[in-house]
């Protein structure tokens, strides 16, 4: 970290101490860091050619080079979201064992990448090996031996107790078509995959299976995996959120099934609060988890580099506070937090704030219930927490948890509660939002489960007086009309917005000028941008509807400006007769487009109109003013009159 980069979050953290009091701390949240190794087998099935696809963007890359270019991808995404994550990549199955620390040379086991934070080394040989299979025939070639499933969790279990002993995610990832891996060969209790398995559990880490289908054919994971890979019975009764087989079509639609649903899985669920008691009502609590599930993504932080020695090291900064006047160096325990009052300022000690800051111990309280509706878009002061039930607190909060889900869901209800996230911390006003399991639309995978939202809304302090908007102008109902034929025609797919189609430009051009600088490639010329509109197509579809929302639009407008104008002349004649007596001038005057032929303008054409007095001109007057507008003066006196009423009430 940069000197003035620690000064100024130094500075934050003083002025803002009640901010960060009120929640969990963002940088503690993100501190948990992760370790990921992928375990990918390399079988004749896993490097059979995809099938042709009539698609022109469809691939026929194999199963394992499209799982080794998803880990690519995994990679790189690390690289800018946790750089501080950890990720390895072993080949299980092939001819060459690359494997020294479990001592083992035939155990088929072959470590590409070791566990470490991605250097750009690292990325590099990934790269050359997935683009433009540099070493493809020797890394990817298949044993004519089965894997041998205990020596590759032996060799994840070496990987993460000495390279990530303290990291507290540590998960696997297998990618595999065999659902039966030790097939045909003997039993030996003292040999078996579940007991490896469960050393791997018993060491606070995971394993996740990414299964892979060919054809018509099923991945039984009955036949071994169900042994090795443990689920939470709690978790697969409301979300079971389980991995669907990613199927083998061509290259390009494995590859998007692959990668969603690694994307659906490769961050893991971290707390961001763990068995908050939630009280429903007397004596009735259950306890929750709280999940951080969207947080604004920025790039990380430059910093000072030292380049004199024989190897460059990070420059740290440090801050000194000085007294005011004398510049002399204050110690931290000589200083006191003060506010000001007026102008005073008033000192606390730390037990002094701690004090006024009680408002009891972390915790959900339900104070009531509303209608869904009654709840305003705009009432959220902060983004929101998702949470789901924990037995750790309460036993049977799971089912209690469910019963008020779908209620709420049911009655199209919100609850209204007071939650304060952790001890000393400032209270907070919620509502609580129910919501539907969320599944990708191609590969079926769940990316969000079913739960309940803390959705924070404000007090009445919080509220601001809006800027005064003035007379609105509101719109006619032929240009709701056409709107609404335009808006139909640029529906968003599956008419909602979806995050994972839309990659911030600004951080992804960051990344990618420091990957190409870091591998020594070639600058891209301009970033890759899925905001920018597809003008062609919006053209294609509804271009023809825009020009006749804004012909359409010109016509209102002229309309409004004609009756502002008319309103200002009526009002100028009103002024004018208070003032002094109307007197007709003999004298004659220029003709408008507002004035008939025999003198009569719009505004007297409307008093006369108002006043019902139409009928009271001449035939002579009345054709006058009719011919000199371009209206029809065949006719009775009585057809005339109706015809000007008619021209009046439509135009002026």
């Not at 489960?449 to 809304?457: F, H, K």
Request: proline share 6%.
């Amino acid at each position: 970290m940069s000197m003035a980069d620690r000064w100024n979050s130094d500075k934050r953290d003083e002025d803002s101490e009640d901010e960060s009091e009120e929640e969990l701390s963002e940088g503690y949240y993100k501190a948990q860091k992760d370790a990921l190794i992928f375990a990918i087998q390399v079988s004749e099935s896993m490097l059979a050619p995809s099938p042709k696809s009539d698609d022109k963007k469809a691939t026929d890359d194999s199963a394992a080079l499209i799982a080794l270019k998803c880990a690519y991808q995994v990679m790189q995404q690390r690289i800018i979201s946790n750089p501080k994550d950890m990720i390895g990549i072993i080949l299980f199955g092939t001819k060459k064992t690359q494997a020294p620390d479990i001592g083992r040379q035939d155990s088929h086991c072959y470590l590409l990448t070791d566990l470490d934070v991605p250097a750009a080394d690292d990325v590099k040989a990934l790269r050359d090996l997935v683009e433009e299979d540099e070493d493809v025939d020797e890394v990817l070639a298949p044993s004519d031996q089965p894997a041998d499933m205990v020596m590759l969790l032996r060799l994840v279990l070496h990987l993460f107790q000495t390279r990530a002993p303290n990291f507290g995610s540590r998960r696997l990832f297998i990618i595999t078509d065999n659902d039966d891996p030790c097939a045909g060969m003997k039993k030996n209790p003292a040999w078996d995959p579940a007991v490896g398995a469960k050393d791997i559990y018993d060491h606070g880490c995971s394993i996740e299976l990414f299964p892979i289908t060919h054809g018509r054919s099923e991945f039984d994971t009955s036949k071994f995996y169900d042994d090795i890979i443990y689920h939470d019975p709690i978790l697969d009764e409301e979300t079971p959120g389980k991995i669907a087989p990613a199927k083998s079509g061509d290259g390009l639609g494995l590859l998007h099934s692959l990668v969603s649903n690694i994307n659906s899985r490769q961050t893991p669920k971290r707390a961001y609060f763990s068995d908050m008691p939630f009280e429903l009502g007397p004596g009735l609590t259950i306890s929750v988890k709280g999940y951080n599930i969207i947080q604004k993504q920025a790039p990380a932080r430059s910093c000072y580099v030292w380049v004199g020695g024989e190897k460059p090291q990070v420059a740290i900064g440090e801050t000194a506070r000085l007294a005011e006047g004398s510049s002399r160096t204050v110690e931290s325990s000589e200083v006191k937090k003060a506010y000001k009052f007026g102008n005073e300022y008033v000192y606390f000690t730390e037990e002094e704030q701690k004090s006024i800051k009680q408002f009891g111990d972390p915790c959900i309280r339900i104070i009531g219930f509303k209608d869904r509706k009654l709840l305003k878009f705009w009432a959220s002061v902060k983004k929101s927490i998702y949470i789901f039930p924990s037995e750790q607190g309460y036993v049977g909060s799971t089912r209690v948890f469910t019963a008020l889900w779908q209620k709420l869901l049911k009655s199209k209800k919100v609850g209204v509660a007071w939650h304060i996230a952790r001890k000393n911390g400032n209270p907070q006003l919620v509502a609580i939002i129910p919501s539907r399991a969320a599944s990708d639309e191609k590969s079926g995978t769940q990316y969000l489960p079913a739960g309940l939202w803390l959705y924070p809304i404000p007090f009445v302090d919080d509220v601001r007086d809006g800027p005064e908007t003035g007379k609105v102008i509101r719109t006619t109902d032929a240009l709701t009309d056409r709107m609404n034929k335009v808006v139909q025609q640029l529906q968003l797919p599956g008419g909602a917005y979806t995050p994972s189609k839309y990659p911030n430009p600004a951080l992804q051009w960051h990344y990618k000028i420091l990957q190409a600088l870091a591998l020594e490639d070639v600058v891209p010329d301009q970033p890759v941008d899925t905001t920018v509109p597809k003008y062609r197509a919006i053209h294609k579809r509804c271009g023809g509807y825009i020009q006749e929302w804004s012909r359409v639009a010109d016509d209102a407008l002229e309309q409004i400006q004609e009756g502002k104008k008319l309103k200002r002349e009526m009002e100028a004649d009103e002024d004018e007769e208070e003032v002094r007596p109307a007197k007709k001038s003999r004298s004659t005057t220029t003709k408008d487009k507002n004035t008939g032929e025999d003198g009569l303008s719009n505004v007297e054409l409307r008093k006369r109109y108002n006043a019902g007095t139409l009928a009271k001109l001449t035939v002579a007057e009345l054709r006058s003013s009719m011919g000199g507008r371009g209206i029809d003066t065949k006719g009775l006196k009585k057809d005339l009159v109706e015809r000007l009423e008619q021209w009046v009430e439509e135009n002026v």
